[in-house]
């Protein structure tokens, strides 16, 4: 009876702390992702290329306005209303949710080897994700360029 409740027991703990994980988990695990890709960027002088790339962007041209104003008037305006997301943890679990963290490990090591291009990147990120979508991300990435900056 002692042997059935210590397993009982132990099977409720590991319940509780899958699902703590599960919930948890991505959240951390994003911001780590966002601080190690920032602090690579700026070691291989390659954060002034994505940010070059994102400026250049004719439609992150106008959120950037916006986001500014909003930010000036602390209100939110009706363009980040329609983002499919507005934090860096959605934009990660929509990320690993649509792309998938193996293909994601795996750009990432070859863009580190240097067989795989930003531009290349861009558009497996684009077969996979929605215009929408992609705009979000653009503009969670320009935000926290701005905060790191």
């Known amino acids: 009876m002692r042997f059935l409740m210590t397993i009982i027991i132990f099977l409720i703990f590991f319940s509780f ?8 988990g991505p959240d951390l695990s994003a911001e ?19 940010v070059e790339y994102v400026e250049n962007d004719p439609q992150m041209i106008n959120y950037i306005e916006e986001i500014r104003v909003s930010d000036q008037q602390q ?11 507005k934090t860096t943890e959605d934009a990660a679990q929509t990320l690993v ?9 795996n750009m990432k090591s070859e863009v580190e080897d240097g067989t795989m291009s930003p531009e290349e990147v861009i558009k497996k990120l684009e077969e996979d994700l929605s215009e929408e979508e992609l705009l979000a991300l653009k503009v969670i990435i320009l935000k926290e360029f701005s905060k790191q900056q």
């Not at 702390?17 to 948890?24: E, L």
């Not at 209100?75 to 997301?85: D, M």
């Not at 949710?97 to 490990?105: A, E, F, P, Q, S």
Request: cysteine-free; aromatic content about 6%.
């Open 97 to 105: 949710k649509k792309v998938g963290i193996k293909n994601l490990v």
């Open 32 to 50: 780590r992702f966002v601080l190690e890709t920032t602090e690579k960027l700026k070691d291989s002088g390659q954060m002034e290329k994505v």
């Open 75 to 85: 209100e939110q305006t009706n363009t980040n209303e329609t983002l499919p997301f």
């Open 17 to 24: 702390a899958g699902i703590g994980v599960y919930v948890i």
